[in-house]
Every structure is written in C-alpha cells, then in structure tokens.
C-alpha cells in the first residue's frame, strides 16, 4: 500500500540549453562574415582562377553562374558547419 505522502518531482531540466544574447550576438557576427567573404565578387574570382579549368563559376566581372552560386552555398554551408563545432565560450 502507497502511504499518503506524494514525492516531489525534481525539476526538469530543458534538453536545450538557453542561449544567451552575447553568444547569438557572436554567432550573427561570425554568420555575417562568412557571408560577406562568401558571397563577394572577388572570392566569385579567385575561385573561378582556381577551379575554371573544371567548372565555370563566375564571369570575368565576378556575376556568379548557377553552378558558382551552389558552389559558394555549399561553401557557406560547409564554413558555418564548421565554427558552430567550435567551443561555445
């Protein structure tokens, strides 16, 4: 038989920890230099030097082609990947 005494449930604790403004802040910085150093003509350029032999990525004036653009997201995808592994402090 039960006694009539209930026991307390510890509290829950979130599985996703709370982010602070700070470190949103930091992850937006960090989100708008990939994109600015990606998705610049002259990053369009010097990839097309080094990868025009294979593919056309962009023109002589840097205007990406459909591949390039999907190239440089991919690389945007790759890049942000990569420093949300980093250390969160």
């Known amino acids: 038989m039960v006694s009539g005494k209930q026991q307390e449930m510890p509290p829950v604790k979130s599985m996703t920890p709370s982010i602070n403004y ?3 802040a930091k992850y937006a910085a960090y989100t708008t230099l990939v994109f600015f150093l990606v998705a610049n003509p002259e990053t369009y350029k010097l990839l097309q ?13 840097g205007c990406p082609t459909p591949t390039g653009f999907f190239l440089h997201t ?8 990569s420093i ?5 402090d």
């Open 22 to 24: 700070a470190l949103k």
């Open 49 to 61: 030097k080094f990868l025009g032999h294979w593919v056309d990525i962009a023109s002589p004036g």
């Open 74 to 81: 991919a690389l945007f995808f790759v890049l942000l990947w």
């Open 84 to 88: 949300m592994l980093f250390p969160r």
